[in-house]
T-cell receptor, first 113, second 111 residues
Framework: RKEVEQDPGPFNVPEGATVAFNCTYSNSASQSFFWYRQDCRKEPKLLMSVYSSGNEDGRFTAQLNRASQYISLLIRDSKLSDSATYLC??????????????FGKGTRLSVIA | DGGITQSPKYLFRKEGQNVTLSCEQNLNHDAMYWYRQDPGQGLRLIYYSQIVNDFQKGDIAEGYSVSREKKESFPLTVTSAQKNPTAFYLCASELRGQPQHFGDGTRLSIL
């Protein structure tokens, strides 16, 4: 089983639609979770951290289910500018110090006018 | 402004040549990372460094080398041993417990 798995898409949705992405991770010791956004030929940029209680930032909502080792990202009222690849990222920080993040391959979203 | 600077933005390598990609950060972050991204693929970790004068191999370190002589700098050398170096190279830095921040990348191609 891959460490971080995402549906690659592409997800093609009309403007205004609600779209949800899912991500599963294999390491039950994982402690930190993030969603990054990557535009074509650009670097990844942090979209939001994912907290155990779930968190919301405007049109974006992230959820974490530790029991199922599952992370989700919900985008409401999709805009054309939301078109990008969304990367699920997990950190298995078991000891003090920084340990590498593990990146999913990303889910591509295209929002269509 | 604080940030991570990668240079050059585009780099071309001849067969058998070593090339060095620069990564500098003024964020006072302890940890720095190098990733490789191939078209349509995820990021793969090449090397990382948690502290000055120390670094560890990532998943695909063969054909690459790094140094960490200063906290601000983490250059990556793509050696002639790396037979398929064409890719998008991303450098990142991290303050412990916080998300990583990326430079804007270097695209390396073979002539």
């Amino acid at each position: 089983r891959k460490e971080v798995e995402q549906d690659p898409g592409p997800f093609n949705v009309p403007e205004g639609a609600t779209v949800a992405f899912n991500c599963t991770y294999s390491n039950s010791a994982s402690q930190s979770f993030f969603w990054y956004r990557q535009d074509c030929r650009k670097e990844p940029k942090l979209l939001m951290s994912v907290y155990s209680s779930g968190n919301e930032d405007g049109r974006f909502t992230a959820q974490l289910n530790r029991a199922s080792q599952y992370i989700s990202l919900l985008i409401r009222d999709s805009k054309l500018s939301d078109s990008a690849t969304y990367l699920c990222v997990v950190n298995s920080r078991q000891h003090s110090g920084n340990t590498p993040l593990v990146f999913g391959k990303g889910t591509r979203l295209s929002v269509i006018a | 402004d604080g940030g991570i600077t990668q240079s050059p933005k585009y780099l071309f390598r001849k067969e058998g040549q070593n090339v060095t990609l620069s990564c500098e950060q003024n964020l006072n972050h302890d940890a720095m990372y190098w990733y490789r991204q191939d078209p349509g693929q995820g990021l793969r970790l090449i090397y990382y460094s948690q502290i000055v004068n120390d670094f560890q191999k990532g998943d695909i370190a063969e054909g690459y080398s790094v140094s960490r002589e200063k906290k601000e700098s983490f250059p990556l050398t793509v050696t002639s041993a790396q037979k398929n170096p064409t890719a998008f190279y991303l450098c990142a830095s991290e303050l412990r417990g916080q998300p990583q921040h990326f430079g804007d990348g270097t695209r390396l191609s073979i002539l």
